[in-house]
């Protein structure tokens, strides 16, 4: 758990992990040179489990690299100094992986808590392929951040998580562990996400739209065999809600770019599917101007 200033949620966000019915962890806390009172707040802890880290300010892809390198264990999972975990999140997961040995990757699905419209968070079926993964990795992050339980050898071995890539750094290091390996999702809501104005997201939208567009692209390249002209055009149609995609872009991708996906799946197929019966409806609904 990364913290920079983190005082007003921080209490209840510890408390969760350490009570989760899966006890056998260490927990990692990086604080990024708070100012605040978040050194008061971890200093009042006294379970063995947990170990704190303190450093100058570097930002958070810094803290969750040196978390990363100083972990203990060969699996971490991840959680903000905002969110809550339920209490079986960990024992749950942990679970998940065992049932998929070839995984190097669980998360799960979220609550929305705090201030904000869910309404305008696009929530989307989860993913059960590696194929339906890399698709959806095409033009959006399926993952919340602090849902996951991952492999740590197989993050190191990707180059963890990049300083020049910050506001969508977890969004990438996806894009580059599912060549190691199948991800698994659990469909319990596991996690509580806590939106507020001062989150570093919210703070960040234009930064973490132009790059989240630019790894979205990187991706269609890497798992649809593109050109970067084509992965930047793919990437854009995926983006695209059928009613306002051109038709002859759709047609464009569904035929040029998806017979190249690296892995296959049905559930990859119905969504393609799916997304064409959409786009075909969309087309029908729209007025036309007789002569």
Request: proline share 4%; aromatic share 10%.
């Amino acid at each position: 758990m990364p913290v920079w200033n983190g005082e007003k949620y921080l209490a209840a966000s510890v408390d969760s992990i350490l009570g989760q019915t899966y006890r056998d962890f260490e927990f990692l806390i990086v604080d990024d040179g708070s100012t605040d009172g978040t050194a008061k707040i971890l200093a009042s802890y006294h379970d063995p489990r947990l170990r704190i880290i303190r450093t100058g300010h570097a930002g958070i892809v810094s803290a969750l690299n040196l978390g990363l390198a100083q972990a203990r264990a060969d699996w971490i999972a991840r959680q903000d100094a905002d969110d809550i975990s339920r209490p079986r999140r960990l024992e749950i997961l942990w679970r998940a992986l065992q049932r998929h040995p070839g995984a190097v990757l669980a998360y799960t699905d979220v609550e929305l808590i705090g201030e904000g419209n869910p309404m305008a968070i696009r929530r989307a079926r989860m993913p059960r392929t590696r194929a339906f993964m890399a698709l959806r990795l095409c033009y959006r992050c399926p993952i919340t951040h602090s849902t996951v339980l991952f492999k740590k050898e197989a993050a190191l071995g990707v180059g963890g998580y990049l300083p020049e890539e910050r506001h969508a750094e977890d969004y990438s290091l996806w894009g580059r562990m599912l060549e190691r390996g199948e991800f698994v999702g659990c469909r319990q809501k596991l996690l509580d996400f806590r939106l507020h104005p001062q989150s570093v997201s919210r703070q960040n939208l234009e930064t973490q739209r132009a790059l989240t567009e630019a790894i979205a692209a990187r991706h269609c390249g890497k798992f649809m065999q593109l050109s970067e002209e084509d992965a930047q055009r793919a990437q854009a149609v995926l983006r695209t809600l059928p009613g306002d995609r051109r038709w002859a872009d759709w047609w464009w991708f569904l035929t040029r770019c998806a017979p190249r996906l690296r892995w296959k799946s049905f559930e990859a197929r119905g969504w393609l599917l799916q997304q064409s019966i959409k786009q075909a409806f969309a087309i029908l609904a729209k007025p036309r101007h007789g002569a």
